[in-house]
């Protein structure tokens, strides 16, 4: 079975900076990208950001100059720095997992169960 740990959430005070890790593992043959989403309560579920095997990323406008993702494609761990944390950024975040499990071209999306970052003075 597919596997994703998150790690790395917390409380933070406005300014502060938070470092979270996800680890994949399991039945992947290969990973395309990976990625953290994060869920306020009452809206939806957003992109924060992702990047892909190749190394290409993306960021939603919120984040940009503050956020880094990286990768680690031999240990198929992903991490997301967060510095300058406002408390907007106050969410749940998810690590999302594209990936395939053979050579085939299609594609399979997997969630960790979402760590909290609450970012308050």
């Known amino acids: 079975q597919v596997q994703v740990v998150e790690s790395g959430g917390g409380l933070v005070q406005p300014g502060g900076s938070l470092r979270l890790s996800c680890v994949a593992s399991?039945?992947?043959?290969?990973?395309?990208?990976m990625g953290w989403y994060r869920q306020a309560p009452g809206k939806e579920r957003e992109l924060v950001a992702a990047?892909?095997?190749?190394?290409?990323?993306t960021y939603a406008d919120s984040v940009k100059g503050r956020f880094t993702i990286s990768r680690d494609n031999a240990k198929n761990t992903v991490d997301l720095q967060m510095n300058s944390l406002k408390p907007e950024d106050t969410a749940v975040y998810y690590c999302?997992?594209?990936?395939?499990?053979?050579?085939?071209?299609?594609?399979?999306?997997?969630w960790g169960q979402g760590t909290q970052v609450t970012v308050s003075s």
């Open positions: 999302n997992l594209n990936y395939r499990r053979n050579a085939g071209v299609v594609q399979y999306n997997f």
């Open positions: 399991g039945s992947i043959f290969s990973i395309n990208a």
């Open positions: 990047i892909t095997s190749g190394g290409s990323t």
